[in-house]
Each structure stands twice: as C-alpha cells, then as structure tokens.
C-alpha cells in the first residue's frame, strides 16, 4: 500500500523534472549505445516544440548514421544523396524561404564528399542551419579515417595511427566555414554531459531564432563520441573524447553576430 501511495505521488505534473518532447516519434532509434546522435536529436526536437516551429520545420540528412532521422522526427524530412545535403537545404530555403530548414550531417559526409556543398553554401550564405555531428571516424561504413580523424588515432584504415605527411592533417571544417562572410553564427558543442548538453540547447535555440533575420548560414559542430568505430565501450569513449577530441576541438563560440 505504502509503494503505491509512494507511487502515485512521484508522478503528480509538480514532481515531473522530464518529459519526452511530443517532437520526437516513440519509434526506437537505431543509433549504437552512448551514442551522441540520439541527445542531439533530442535536443533539436526539444528547442522546436519550445518555439512553437513544428509545422515550419524542414530537416534534410543525407547517407550515414543519421539516414533515419526522419523515423524520429514528428516533422518533414528529406533524404539527400552522399554530401549533398546543404544544396537539398538550399533549394527547400530558396522555394519556401519563410520555412526553418536545417540539414544534419557527419563528419564523412559533411567533410568529405559534401565539402564542395558545405563551402559553397556557407560561402553564399543561404539561411539555414547546418549540424555537423563530428566523431572523427566514418562510424556507418566501418571506422574507416575521416578527415577529422586525429593524428594518431586508429582507425580500420590507419592500424597504426594517421600520419599526416601519408594523410593529412585532420580537417577543422567549423574554424575553416567561420572564415567565410556567409557564416553568421558558427558554434562548436558537446553532448556527453548534462552541461554541454544544456549549452548545446542554447546553441540551437539561437541558430533557429536566428534564421528569420536572413542574415546567412548557423553552423553548429556537435563534437561526438562513437564507441563502436573506436572499439570501445560507451564509458571508454566519453573518455578518450575527453582526453583528446575536445584538445584539437576545442568547445565554444567560434563566430556570433555583431548585432
């Protein structure tokens, strides 16, 4: 008697801290454990039922992990080839200019074969969102190296570690997007912990309640873990994130509006 008294009363509307935001489909999603990209999809489903946008949201994620976002999202999506999705996004923008559109990408994706559409529609600066969803590794393909893959880091095509005299430096794609006069707001975010996760938050509401001032492209680098590319468990990979990722990738602002 006392357990079910106990019970009804936690769940009394005053006592609840979290609800799942209505945003979010109750399919379940087929990310890997301690993966970044289900809080991340929350967190955006979450800052557009606060600001009341459903019905004027326009997402568009290309191949990769997140190439079932749209199974989430109780809102319209669109598939987009290998890279393309920013010159998808362009076209929805430019057709229904008063919708928010974003598109969603990894790191394979968005610096790699979509680096010519990422350059060129921050260079233009069409106004949308881009997320960028930065695990240093291809961690649909294999864990084959990426362009943000660290020096040294392991991966099923660099055993030993990148060398940058065989293969480059890695590629900070948000520092390089900052640059150009398209960009109006470029942030670099985390989503491993509460903290970063409310900072992420704030990051996105402002993205979006920035897009109707037309002033150019948000740019938001979440900084991920992916503990099945890396070979670990989702403790080790926080960690080794930590360690290492938020070093080269530092975490912060890197571009805000002057306005």
Same mark, same amino acid.
């Given at each position: 008697?006392? %357990? ?11 006592? *609840?801290?979290? =609800?799942? /935001?209505?945003?979010?489909? &109750? ?11 289900? =809080? ?13 946008? +459903? ?10 992990? @997140?190439v ?7 809102? #319209? ?14 076209? $929805?923008?430019? *057709? ?10 990894? &790191? !394979? #994706?968005?610096?790699? $074969?979509? /680096? ?8 233009? !600066?069409?106004? $949308? ?11 649909? /393909? ?8 660290? %020096?040294?880091?392991?991966? @099923? =095509?660099?055993?030993? !570690?990148?060398?940058?005299? +065989?293969?480059?430096?890695? *590629?900070?794609i948000?520092?390089?997007?900052a ?31 920035? +897009?109707?001032?037309?002033? !150019?492209? @948000?740019f $938001? ?11 670990? /468990?989702?403790?080790? @990979?926080?960690?080794w *994130? #930590? ?9 912060? #602002? ?6």
């Open positions: 008697m006392a %357990e079910n008294v106990l019970n009804k009363e936690m769940i009394k509307p005053e006592n *609840l801290v979290y =609800t799942k /935001t209505k945003v979010l489909t &109750d399919n379940v999603m087929h990310y890997c454990p301690g993966c970044g990209h289900s =809080t991340t999809h929350r967190v955006i489903a979450e800052v557009v039922e606060e600001l009341g946008i +459903q019905s004027e949201v326009l997402g568009v994620a290309p191949v990769g992990c @997140s079932f976002m749209y199974n989430y999202m109780d809102f #319209d999506m669109q598939e987009a080839a290998h890279g393309r999705a920013p010159a998808v996004a362009t076209g $929805i923008k430019r *057709l229904w200019p008063d919708k928010y559109v974003f598109s969603y990408q990894g &790191d !394979g #994706d968005l610096a790699a $074969i979509g /680096t010519a559409e990422t350059i060129h529609a921050c260079n233009r !600066g069409e106004n $949308i969102v881009m997320f960028f969803i930065n695990n240093g590794i291809y961690g649909m /393909t294999g864990g084959q190296m990426a362009p943000t893959t660290l %020096e040294g880091m392991k991966s @099923s =095509t660099t055993p030993y !570690g990148r060398d940058w005299m +065989q293969m480059g430096h890695p *590629l900070k948000t520092e390089l997007v640059s150009l006069p398209g960009t109006y707001y470029v942030t670099r975010q985390a989503v491993h912990t509460p903290a970063y996760v409310r900072k992420l938050k704030r990051a996105v509401r402002k993205a979006f309640e920035y +897009q109707p001032k037309k002033k !150019g492209v @948000s $938001i680098e979440v900084v991920s873990n992916c503990n099945s590319g890396w070979k670990m /468990t989702p403790v080790q @990979s926080i960690k *994130l #930590d360690e290492n990722m938020l070093d080269f990738y530092p975490l912060g #602002d890197i571009k805000v509006p002057e306005d």
